[in-house]
Structures are given as structure tokens and as C-alpha cells.
């Protein structure tokens, strides 16, 4: 019979994932390397957010850093960082070039689902959260930030204000498989953030649609969009 790990603290559960995204210091990064070799729990938190994260870091353009920041980032860890033991280390997110390439591409959008990520993990609700990462169907630039959860409700918030003509509107849509169509959840201020209940819409689910499209001033008169989408993005179960 397996045992059950004991429970483990909200602040270790807070070190454990900014040491995935590499946000802690080096000694604190230190530590908590020692840490995981004799705290079971705090182990299995480090895989259990690598698990959650790495799909994010697919949501940005990949970008190649210039020679510049690879000096200075080899010249931080040199300086500051020990090497984790072998074993650690192919597993660490934050040895992933491909993190390093995305979090130097959308370092706001890493910045806003940690803080975002953090928050649900740490109220530990039953329900799965999701996030979605709305970016230009063209330049792929970010400019929304969503969390959602099967616990009836979505949040949208902006990275950007953009401008809009007067006679103009933004509106916010989403549809997941199966639906026969997108369904609006109302117009967006410019810069605002906003939560809506979804009281009449189903549960959230994986690579749920959501996007905000440029209408007339007083929204879409039809039920579904009818100006260009500005932004656009799928759901992805971070819980």
C-alpha cells in the first residue's frame, strides 16, 4: 500500500513553480534543488508544474535570442547558478532552449499566466482552469490573456490597449467543438479587464475557441461575427 505524501505549504507550492519558470534567484534556485532530493512532495510539485507549463510555452512565436543575451545569460549562470544534479537537469524546464526561446518571445505573456496560474493553483478549487493566450491571427501578437474553469466563469485581460474608431466595437466570442456556432460574450472596453459568468454556456473544455473581432458600435447584429478577428486563441487545461 502506497502512503500518501504529506501536504505541502502554499509558499513551497509558489517556489516550486517559479523555480520551473527559473524566476527564483540562484540561492533560492539552490535550495530548492536540495530541497527535492529529501521532500517527496515538493519533487512531485516541480513535475506536476513542469506538466502544466510546457504546453505554454507552444502558445508564443519561437524566436532565436540574439548573441548578446546568450552572453549575458552564460554569464548569470556562471556567476550565480550551480549545476543541478544530471538527473534534475533533463528534466527543468528552464534548461529547455525552447522555454528560454519562448519566455525571450512573449515574456508577458509568461509573466501574466504564472501570476494567473498561481492564483487558481494555490486556491485549489475542484474545478479544471484553463488558459488561453489571444493573439493577432497574423503577427501571432499577443493581446489577451484568459482564464477560464469549468467553475462557470472566464476572465479576459488585456496586454495591450488597442485603439478603436469610434464607430466602432470590440466583441468577445467563443465556441467549443460541437457547437453549431460561436456564441458572444459581450463587448470589451479597450484596456479593460472583465469577468462573465457562464450561466446559460456549457462546461469550459480543451481547444475551446475564443476570440475578439471588430464590430459595429453596438456589437455583431447577426449571431456571429461579422467584422475581421483581432484576436484568437484555444483553451489549454493548466489543472
Do not use: C, H
Request: proline share 10%.
Amino acid at each position: 500500500m502506497s502512503r500518501s505524501l504529506p501536504p505541502l505549504s502554499e509558499e513551497s507550492s509558489a517556489q516550486a513553480a517559479e523555480y520551473v519558470l527559473g524566476t527564483l534567484s540562484g540561492e533560492q534556485r539552490r535550495d530548492i534543488e536540495r530541497r527535492v532530493r529529501d521532500e517527496p512532495a515538493l519533487r512531485l510539485a516541480v513535475q506536476q508544474w513542469e506538466a502544466d507549463l510546457l504546453p505554454l510555452t507552444a502558445l508564443v512565436e519561437p524566436v532565436v535570442p540574439s548573441s548578446r543575451l546568450w552572453r549575458r545569460i552564460a554569464r548569470s549562470a556562471s556567476a550565480e547558478a550551480a549545476p543541478a544534479p544530471a538527473s534534475l537537469q533533463n528534466k527543468l524546464m528552464w534548461n529547455s532552449l525552447g522555454l528560454w526561446r519562448a519566455l525571450t518571445a512573449g515574456s508577458l505573456i509568461a509573466t501574466a499566466l504564472l501570476t494567473a496560474t498561481l492564483a487558481t493553483r494555490l486556491a485549489a478549487p475542484a474545478a479544471p482552469q484553463y488558459m488561453v493566450v489571444l493573439a493577432g491571427p497574423q503577427d501571432k501578437t499577443p493581446g489577451y490573456v484568459v482564464q477560464a474553469s469549468a467553475s462557470r466563469q472566464v476572465t479576459l485581460t488585456p496586454l495591450t490597449t488597442a485603439a478603436v474608431p469610434s464607430d466602432k466595437s470590440l466583441q468577445f466570442w467563443t465556441k467549443a467543438n460541437g457547437w453549431r456556432g460561436p456564441v458572444s460574450l459581450g463587448l470589451v472596453k479597450p484596456g479593460q479587464t472583465i469577468t462573465i459568468p457562464l450561466d446559460a454556456l456549457p462546461n469550459v473544455q480543451p481547444d475551446q475557441l475564443f476570440e475578439v473581432t471588430l464590430e459595429p458600435v453596438n456589437g455583431s447584429p447577426l449571431s456571429r461575427p461579422t467584422g475581421p478577428v483581432l484576436f484568437i486563441g484555444r483553451a489549454v487545461k493548466v489543472m
